[in-house]
């Protein structure tokens, strides 16, 4: 068997984890930190529920201090890299005074880490950015609440981003591809490529009779027949935060057409609470969003593993360039989990 030479771990939406006790995610993803081989823990986004990290002053400001300081804590002496990136709910949930919410997180997260560019993409621009790890592996980090986030939105050289415009994100894009064509990359973002499970519009028979239930698992209020609308309207048009919605479909479309041409090439995201493993057009798509709490999903064509559950994807990449991908999940009688699925990605 070859050995491992890197590690990665994929915590998402981990914003909701118990203040005041131990989390039982947050201790197993103890328990995971490796210190035999060099390896990296991502947040993949969401870090703080319900509106990231508001202004001095804010009610909310003390509960959200303590939730960043959780994810601290979690791995303060862990000697591998550390990477934090935005989702909808840093961004004030796409408020347009979000951007004044992800910077602002951005600096105080740095703070706690002695100063350390943990955050990324930065000043909450789109990225991409390029992490190399090793001759083997490359990271590449972009921030998909941008392209659909309302207000103020930092692009060009005068708010310290690499790209320009929109157009100039994909070339960036794909010359770091090109550049690192003979390596694994890996690719991540808050919102996925593809999901089975509600942001990617598959729902229940339960969601179309009981639509409440889509938000609040015991809000069983039958709306017969007037109910699939909501579901449907998910799926079809969707929320800002879907993958149905109009701008995001755009960066989809383009950002498929990219991996598409790089069959060394892994995706990973969080935003769905649960684990995916979807593979399609000789890309793999993890997605890792199941740190706080775990919804329905389902394991629709192109999914090789689906899971409600809470937990989190480890990525453990090899000599011989290979790569298996593990999902772990908590486990009351067990401090270090259980592996629930395990696969060779292609």
Known sequence: MAETVFEVILVGDSGNIARYKPDPLMELLKQHLPDAYP???IFLGDNVYPHGLPEKGDRLRADAELVLQKHYEAVKGYTGKVIFISGNHD???GKDDGFDYVVRQEKYIEKLFGGENVYLPSNGCPGPKEVPINDDL???AINTQWWIQRGFRPIGAKDGCSASSEEEFYALLQDIIDRNINKKILVVGHYPIYSYSLHGGKFKFKHHLFPLTIY?????MPMPVIGSLLPLYRKY???????SNLRFRELRKNLKAIFGRHPNLIYAAGHEHNLQHIYKNQVDYIVSGAASKSTYVRKGKYGKFALAAKGFFKLKFSSDQKTVA???VVDELNAQG?????AELH
């Open 216 to 220: 609040r698992k015991k809000a069983f």
């Open 91 to 93: 961004w004030n949930k």
């Open 338 to 342: 259980k592996m629930a699925y395990q």
């Open 138 to 140: 490359t990271i590449v």
């Open 237 to 243: 048009i969707g929320a800002p935060e879907d993958l």
């Open 39 to 41: 390896s990296a823990v």
């Open 326 to 328: 593990e999902a772990w």
